[in-house]
C-alpha cells in the first residue's frame, strides 16, 4: 500500500469513524472534529460526485450545489483515475435504500 496520507494519526482517524453507528453519532462527532466549512465543503464533494456518477452536467452541478467548476472537475479526477472510494459508499448506500 502506497498512501501518501497512511499514518498511525490517519490510522487512529479512521478507526474512529469506523466506531460510529449511527446518524447521530456521526453529526456529534464530525461537529466535534471539524469546522462547519469544512462539513459542508465535504457534503458537497459527495454529493457532487454522486451526481456526476448519475451523469448530471456541470451547468446543472453548479446550480444545485453552488460548487466551482474547479471543485467539479476535482471530484470528477477522482472518480475517473482515484481509489473507487466513492462507489464502493454509493454501492452500499444503494443497497440499504433497497
Do not use: H, W
Not at 490510522?11 to 462547519?36: G, H, R, S
Amino acid at each position: 500500500m502506497n498512501r501518501k496520507i497512511k499514518n498511525d494519526s490517519v490510522d487512529f482517524l479512521f478507526k474512529c469513524i469506523l466506531a460510529l453507528e449511527t446518524e447521530e453519532e456521526c453529526y456529534d462527532f464530525f461537529e466535534d472534529l471539524c469546522t462547519f466549512p469544512e462539513i459542508k465543503a465535504m457534503a458537497q464533494r459527495i454529493v457532487v460526485a454522486k451526481m456526476l456518477t448519475d451523469k448530471t452536467v456541470y451547468s446543472n452541478i453548479v446550480a444545485e450545489t453552488g460548487a466551482s467548476t474547479a471543485t467539479i472537475s476535482r471530484v470528477n479526477r477522482s472518480l475517473q483515475v482515484g481509489n473507487g472510494g466513492y462507489d464502493v459508499v454509493f454501492d452500499r448506500v444503494a443497497k440499504k435504500d433497497e
